[in-house]
């Protein structure tokens, strides 16, 4: 049996394609996002995560002013970038992407 749902994330509508089986006296079911969940304040965890762990300059790890406290993206790259710079000088700058595994940074 195959459905669609939508799951409420803080007032975000998220749909699901949710797929059931019955076997014996079992239900067993699997329920996949179409769509990825973006945050602001966990994108800039994650971004000052990885700044720390390449060598980035203290404090100049950052993201676009423009990305909302929260929202819902198709999976692939959103519209919005993060950088930080080197202690060597360089600037280092990834696009945000969201999948079915959560946040990554791409290199723009």
């Known amino acids: 049996m ?3 749902c939508t ?3 803080d007032d975000l509508a998220v749909p699901m394609d949710v797929t059931a089986s019955i ?3 079992y239900m067993t079911w699997s329920a996949i996002a179409s769509v990825g ?3 602001r304040t966990n994108v800039g ?3 000052n995560s990885e700044a720390v762990n390449s060598n980035a300059r203290l404090g100049t ?3 676009d002013a423009a990305m909302p406290d929260l929202a819902v993206f198709p999976f692939g790259a959103t ?3 993060c950088w ?3 202690a060597e000088g360089a600037v280092v700058e990834k696009q945000v992407s969201v999948g079915r595994r959560g946040i990554t940074f791409e290199k723009a």
Do not use: E
């Open 7 to 9: 799951v409420k994330f």
């Open 79 to 81: 519209p919005f970038f």
């Open 23 to 25: 076997a014996d006296q």
């Open 37 to 39: 969940v973006v945050s």
């Open 45 to 47: 965890r994650l971004w």
């Open 61 to 63: 790890a950052m993201c």
């Open 84 to 86: 930080y710079i080197t």
């Open 2 to 4: 195959k459905a669609k």
